[in-house]
């Protein structure tokens, strides 16, 4: 156990263990507190990607801004998005495919 400080010096006198329990309590890591709240949060590096966005899209949890444009898209003009996603989703597939083959053959 390290010194504590008190009022006039530094002495070699422990605190007593309540006090030990509650500064353990606040001691947690960054990933753990990240997994106790449950994921990351707006605002994070992680919360941003593209992969992520299109995961809320499927969802259907989007951000202020998902809800306004829904309130204003008709269902034919989300069907045409929703058909742009698919052939994008597609061809970044066929791209993967295509890099994977040529790693394969060298």
């Known amino acids: 156990m390290r010194p504590v400080k008190c009022a006039k010096r530094t002495c070699a006198v422990r605190p007593d263990p309540d006090q030990i329990q509650k500064e353990a309590a606040h001691t947690q890591t960054r990933e753990q507190a990240v997994i106790q709240r449950g994921g990351e949060k707006r605002g994070s590096v992680r919360s ?15 951000g202020r801004r998902g809800r306004r444009e829904d309130a204003a898209k008709t269902m034919e003009e989300e069907e045409e998005e929703e058909e742009e996603e698919e052939e994008e989703e597609e061809e970044e597939e066929e791209m993967m495919e295509e890099r994977g083959g040529r790693r394969g053959r060298d």
Do not use: D, L, P
Not at 48 to 62: D, F, L, N, S, V
């Open 48 to 62: 941003h990607g593209r992969r992520k966005r299109r995961m809320r899209r499927r969802e259907g949890e989007r």
